[in-house]
């Protein structure tokens, strides 16, 4: 491994040493776990499928506003100018760089799996998601810059994110894969159903038939565990009951903390509180949990009016995920709780987050 870029918010390396013939560079997606020097998106799949890879890894979630991303972006083109094929590769947040960067890295084809077109809210007024990491952010230094060859994995079904590939298709063409009710991102889906690592070499290639994989998809997604829980997540709370069957069999596919996760937060609004900390006690038994299981149970606890209980659990947090958004936000509300002020701050947080109206560009 060789660093080409390094510093607060951003670490990019090469993971080399195979090929001159192709470089696929990768960029970080959405995540809670602040340590740059964790493994690269599909670090373990290029290096299994013998293929030279530069990964972006950021510390926050920013959607890549960062001062340095000129310097980031220049460094990648560098490195890879000996390469005969240069792809970019990311999902979601990732998925957004590297549709936008693929042409400043040198990249003759982009794949991206459910991204969003922009996270500024001047640009996408339809995006409810992520309310605490977009509040700050700016239009983006570097510009757009696609390429002939772009490949975009999506949920037709999913609303948001059909806009915002329609925003994509909008600025230059695109070849669309949509999967229908495979949720967000849609790579889980394929990955559960044995198709990504197919498709993705396919895409590598620029020989993807997006037929054939979308009918091996509809033989084999019944059994998919992200699949099922699309199908829960597309209906209201008028059909709990509906929901709550499909997220059980969500769980009886695959067995994770993020499935397990959903299946609590079920039993939660259906006002079953024991059932629901139960599912997230063995969702925070899997091997690396999400840190929203201990922000979901902390929650869980606090309505069962357990403050201690939750008050331990936030300062265990605190230590391991020091910064995190999460974390700080909890903290706040515990503050706000000892001294009387609940109600007050919730207000005050619903006034920021959902009353803000997009200033014009």
């Known amino acids: 491994m060789t660093e080409l870029f ?5 670490l990019v390396r090469l993971c080399g040493g195979f090929s001159q013939e192709q470089c696929v560079v990768t960029f970080a997606s959405f995540t809670n776990d602040q340590r740059v020097d964790r493994p690269g998106f599909a670090e373990d799949f290029l290096a299994g499928e013998g293929i030279d890879a530069i990964h972006v890894i950021t510390r926050d979630n920013r959607w890549y506003d960062y001062p340095a991303i000129g310097k980031v972006l220049e460094a990648i083109r560098h490195s890879a100018v000996g390469y005969a094929r240069i792809a970019t590769y990311g999902s979601s947040m990732g998925g957004f760089a590297a549709l936008h960067f693929a042409g400043h890295v040198g990249a003759q084809t982009a ?3 459910s991204p969003q077109f922009s996270a500024v809210r ?4 339809f995006e409810t998601r992520w309310k605490r990491e977009r509040r700050k952010l700016k239009f983006p230094a570097v510009g757009s810059s696609p390429v002939a060859s772009q490949y975009v994995f999506y949920d037709p079904a999913h609303p948001i994110d059909a806009r915002h590939v329609a925003l994509f298709s909008a600025q230059s063409p695109v070849i669309p894969v949509p999967v229908r009710h495979g949720g967000h991102p849609v790579g889980s889906v394929l990955a559960e159903c044995g198709l990504l690592k197919s498709a993705i070499r396919e895409c590598l290639s620029g020989k993807l038939d997006v037929p054939a994989l979308l009918t091996n998809l509809r033989q084999t997604r019944r059994n998919s565990s992200q699949f099922l829980w699309a199908l829960a997540d597309a209906l209201s709370d008028a059909h709990l009951p509906t929901k709550l069957r499909l997220l059980e069999l969500s769980v009886a596919a695959l067995r ?4 397990l996760r959903r299946l609590a937060m079920a039993h939660f609004r259906l006002g079953d509180v ?23 149970l902390i929650d869980l606890l606090n309505v069962s009016t357990r403050y201690m209980e939750a008050a331990e659990i936030l300062a265990m947090l605190k230590q391991r995920y020091p910064g995190n958004p999460l974390v700080r936000e909890r903290l706040t509300r515990q503050a706000f709780r000892r001294l009387g002020l609940q109600r007050p701050y919730f207000a005050a947080k619903a006034l920021w987050l959902g009353n803000r109206r997009p200033a014009s560009p």
């Open 6 to 10: 390094r510093n607060a918010d951003v």
């Open 274 to 296: 024991d059932r629901a900390e139960e599912f997230l006690r063995e969702a925070l038994a899997t091997p690396t949990p999400d840190i929203r299981c201990w922000i979901d």
């Open 122 to 125: 001047q640009q996408v007024p």
């Open 111 to 113: 794949i991206a799996i």
């Open 256 to 259: 994770t903390d993020h499935s």
